[in-house]
C-alpha cells in the first residue's frame, strides 16, 4: 500500500527558532500534498495545497510567510514554520495523493508532527 | 464550501456491542474516506467509498452518495477500537478533502 512519512514524530523548539517538518511519498509519486493542523481534541483543518513544481495555496487565515511549504520533487514536500511562537505549539499532519486524478483517489497520511514552542 | 457533520460526538460502549456512526454532508462528492485515528494521533484509512458498500473484518461502510450520507459500522467492539472517526470528503465543485468534526469511541473492557 501507499505510504506517507513523516518526520519529525516530535518535535520541542524555543519561541523564535524555525522548525521544517519534512513528508515523503515512499511508493509512489504525489502530485499533490496537503498540510493539516489538529489542535487537542479538535478535528483537522486544512491548512495549505501544494502541488509539486508550483506554489502552495494556503486556506484562508493561514500565513504564507510564517508557514512556508515547499514541493521541489513528487516525493517530498516540506512545511517549515518560521518564529514559532507558544500558540503554534499543536499536532501538524501531511497526507499526499497520487495519479493524474488527484482529487478522487484515496488519501494517504504520514504519521504526524507534535510540535511544542517553549 | 461543503458542510460534513458527524453523529454522534461521543459514544461509550462495552466491549462486544456494535455501533454505527454516521456522516452527513450537505453537497455530491468525488471522494469519501473514513479514517480512525488512534490515541497517538496516527490516522488509519479504513474506507475509500465515495459510494456503496464495503466490508473488511467487523468494519463495514455504506455511503448513499443521492441521500448524503454515509455510515460506519462496527461489530463486536474491542478497546482497540476506541480513538476518533473521522468522515472526509472531497465535493465534486472543489479539490480539496474537508474533514468532518468525529465521533469519540471509547470501548470499556
Avoid at chain 1, 486544512?46 to 521541489?72: C, P, R, W
Wanted: charged fraction near 15%.
Amino acid at each position: 500500500g501507499a505510504v506517507v512519512s513523516q518526520h519529525p514524530s516530535r518535535v520541542i523548539c524555543k519561541s523564535g527558532t524555525s522548525v521544517k517538518i519534512e513528508c515523503r511519498s515512499l511508493d509512489f509519486q504525489a502530485t499533490t500534498m496537503f498540510w493539516y493542523r489538529q489542535f487537542p481534541k479538535q478535528s483537522l483543518m486544512l491548512m495549505a495545497t501544494s502541488n509539486e513544481g508550483s506554489k502552495a495555496t494556503y486556506e484562508q487565515g493561514v500565513e504564507k510567510d510564517k508557514f512556508l511549504i515547499n514541493h521541489a520533487s513528487l516525493t517530498l514536500s516540506t512545511l517549515t514554520v518560521t518564529s514559532a511562537h507558544p500558540e503554534d505549539s499543536s499536532f501538524y499532519i501531511c497526507s499526499a495523493q497520487g495519479g493524474t486524478s488527484s482529487y478522487n483517489s484515496p488519501l494517504h497520511f504520514g504519521n504526524g508532527t507534535r510540535l511544542t514552542v517553549t | 464550501g461543503i458542510q460534513v457533520e458527524q453523529s454522534p460526538p461521543d459514544l461509550i460502549l462495552q466491549e462486544g456491542a456494535n455501533s454505527t456512526l454516521r456522516c452527513n454532508f450537505s453537497d455530491s462528492v468525488n471522494n469519501l474516506q473514513w479514517f480512525h485515528q488512534n490515541p497517538w494521533g496516527q490516522l488509519i484509512n479504513l474506507f475509500y467509498i465515495p459510494s456503496g458498500t464495503k466490508q473488511n473484518g467487523r468494519l463495514s461502510a455504506t455511503t448513499v452518495a443521492t441521500e448524503r450520507y454515509s455510515l460506519l459500522y462496527i461489530s463486536s467492539s474491542q478497546t482497540t477500537d476506541s480513538g476518533v472517526y473521522f468522515c472526509a470528503v472531497v465535493g465534486s465543485s472543489a479539490s480539496k478533502i474537508i474533514f468532518g468534526s468525529g465521533t469519540r469511541l471509547s470501548i470499556r473492557p
